[in-house]
């Protein structure tokens, strides 16, 4: 079992930054391949990134690439997403994941923990 924490979530500006964190316990951090999704009021979950165990290999979709950053520290079992250059789409809230096995996945269903969320909420 794996628990996952998220936090730094808030209100921002349009154009502002926002770090979220997700701290993870249980069992060996660096065993799972960890993401990052969203669910904006009235849509459906959505990926917005993931990381592979080591670090060395991220995967982003259009609609965030060149302005959010995953990363990860394993001596710390924290995953973070670094949001930059945000926009009022962006409005949503952020969960964090946690997938069996070392690689990266942009699959919903490839993941077998999840957090509980946090919002974050971009004015115009």
């Known amino acids: 079992q794996v628990q996952l924490v998220e936090s730094g979530g808030g209100l921002v500006q349009a154009g502002g930054s926002v770090r979220l964190s997700c701290a993870a316990s249980g069992r060996t951090f660096s065993n799972y391949g960890m993401g990052w999704f969203r669910q904006a009021p009235g849509k459906e979950r959505e990926f917005v990134a993931a990381i592979n165990w080591s670090g060395s290999s991220t995967y982003y979709p259009d609609s965030v690439k060149g302005r959010f950053t995953i990363s990860r520290d394993n001596a710390k079992n924290t995953v973070y997403l670094q949001m930059n250059s945000l926009k009022p789409e962006d409005t949503a809230v952020y969960y964090c994941?946690?997938?069996?096995?070392?690689?990266?996945?942009?699959?919903?269903?490839?993941?077998?923990?999840w957090g509980q969320g946090t919002q974050v909420t971009v004015s115009s």
């Open positions: 994941a946690a997938a069996s096995g070392a690689s990266y996945y942009a699959v919903e269903d490839r993941y077998d923990y």
